[in-house]
């Protein structure tokens, strides 16, 4: 399920993008880390995971150099 960034409340937050639902890990923590003020890591953060949850599906996407 892709991940997005939005505004909650005074932070920035890694949601799930079906149900706007704080993304939260296998063992039940937000992957977010409590969220920031700023969207800028966020966003980064998103993107990483996002492609990490791809690769493990089987999509093939190249590494960075």
């Known amino acids: 399920m892709p ?10 937050r890694i949601l799930e ?9 296998r063992t039940g ?7 920031r003020r700023s969207p800028t890591s966020l966003r980064k953060q998103a993107a990483a995971i ?9 999509h093939e996407i190249p590494k960075p150099k």
């Open 50 to 58: 996002n492609i990490a949850q791809a690769r493990k599906r089987g």
């Open 29 to 35: 923590k937000a992957l977010d880390g409590g969220g």
């Open 3 to 12: 991940l997005i960034v939005r505004k909650r409340r005074d932070k920035y």
């Open 17 to 25: 993008s079906e149900t706007g639902r704080i993304a939260r890990g």
